[in-house]
């Protein structure tokens, strides 16, 4: 079993800056690749950024450049800091871990973005 828990999440300006973290319970953390997702109001989760176990990333074109996805294995958590919000980066920020075939989910921390 994986538990996933999400914080960091807040009110900022436009052009402000906040880091998310996602504590994992669970050894295997480390050998799986993590997602960060995001949900705004009445649409799809969408997935931002990944990281693998070995620490590649890859984001989303909406946020290359601004978000930075990184991991720290030994304290079973990633990180996704986010530079230059916007008022669209308003949403429910996920992560996730794929075990086994088994998609576990945070509980999500909110990000809102003012104009």
């Known amino acids: 079993q994986v538990q996933l828990v999400e914080s960091g999440g807040g009110l900022v300006q436009a052009g402000g800056s906040l880091s998310l973290s996602c504590l994992a319970s669970?050894?295997?953390?480390?050998?799986?690749?993590v997602d960060w997702y995001r949900q705004a109001p009445g649409k799809q989760r969408l997935l931002v950024a990944t990281?693998?176990?070995?620490?590649?990333?890859n984001y989303a074109d909406s946020v290359k450049g601004r978000f930075t996805i990184s991991r720290d294995n030994a304290k079973n958590t990633v990180y996704l800091q986010m530079n230059d919000l916007k008022p669209e980066d308003t949403a429910v920020y996920y992560c996730?871990?794929?075990?086994?075939?088994?998609?576990?989910w945070g509980q999500g921390t909110q990000v809102t973005v003012s104009s």
């Open positions: 996730s871990v794929t075990v086994w075939g088994i998609d576990y």
């Open positions: 669970g050894s295997i953390f480390s050998s799986n690749a």
């Open positions: 990281i693998t176990s070995g620490g590649s990333t």
